[in-house]
């Protein structure tokens, strides 16, 4: 296994190999860009609907079946985020989307393989650039391009993500090579992977642990999240779903999609892959299994090939090298404290706040799932899994 196989890197793991601000669209998605861009303020004046209806249908379906890949996933950030700006965007929510948006974005999620909402690869691993394009991807360096209403918690949000998800590159790079490590059997190899893979997440954790200095969970939880729900499992929308009005395909049916969530990151899926960790069937484990379809089609490929080809586990266990064994513990235990830190902000920024905002709920997730219960269950079998 090769990271180039799947669009990975070392440098930039699961991030766009572009970035978003080197990017030009054409003629005919100007008018969509430029509500894009000015989005704080459409939101702002308390009637985005009004304002995002008269935008004209830009009709990209030809387009976005034969346009370059990195200009297909710019339209999808820009286009995506004016769909939950119009469904979340004022007091009631909207229980429809029209053609003008709704066209649009399903020609190119179509296009991408994903559902037509806001995706985690549109508001975070396609949503930055550098500042200084000869410097590194750092909390630093690096900015949120699109936004919903702004300001530094968004923004801090976001970027905490993308500097988790660079720094992850070293993981999934030393997971491809340790599928091949532990088929060879060659264990001094498998043993530097792994510990050059501990310290990866102690950068990794590092970068998480920096998320409160400038994202205040009063502020993530009534004027970051409320923009980023999904349709699925959300009583605000009373048909059970969005309908997207002009979509033939979609038959005027209620769609009931899944909301943007850090889950749908596709790094500890990966880990769990290549370490072997298995969990026992509960709602969420049936949530993580159902987003694997919203994820880009090339990293569900990656995680269903570590899967499918990883025997680390067997090879570790049968191995009489204890530093060996150590080394692929101190991983585990990583991701176990990634997944315990994890459930500490779910506590803090989303289970104890209360607020009366439609469709937002303390107790569910932005995929549409009640999770604090299960986010520690899943933590501790994490942990249980040592060799």
Known sequence: MELKDYGLSRERGYLSHYEIDEITLPAELADIVGAANNLSGLLSTGRVRHWLDRLPDPEI????REAPEAQVRTAMVHLSFLVQAYVWGEDVPSQHLPANLARPIVAVADRLGQSPLLPYSGYVLDNWARLDKSGPISLDNIYMYQNFVGGDDENWFVMIHVAIEAEAGVLLDNAAKLVTAAKTGDESEAERLLVEMDAAWERIYAHFARMPERCDPYI??????????????????KGGGLIYEGVDQLGGK???LRGQTGSQSSIVPAMDAVFQVG???DPLKSFLDELHRYRPVQHRRFIEDLTAQSTLRSFVEGSSSQSLKDAFNACLNQSARFRTRHLEYAASYINKQAGSIAGNDPDVGTGGTPFMRYLKKHRDENAAQLV
């Open 61 to 64: 379906e030809e387009w976005a």
């Open 220 to 237: 993530y939880f009534h004027r970051v999240r409320p923009y980023i729900h999904g349709w699925a499992n959300n009583p605000a929308l």
């Open 254 to 256: 209620p769609q009931a």
């Open 279 to 281: 969990h026992s069937d």
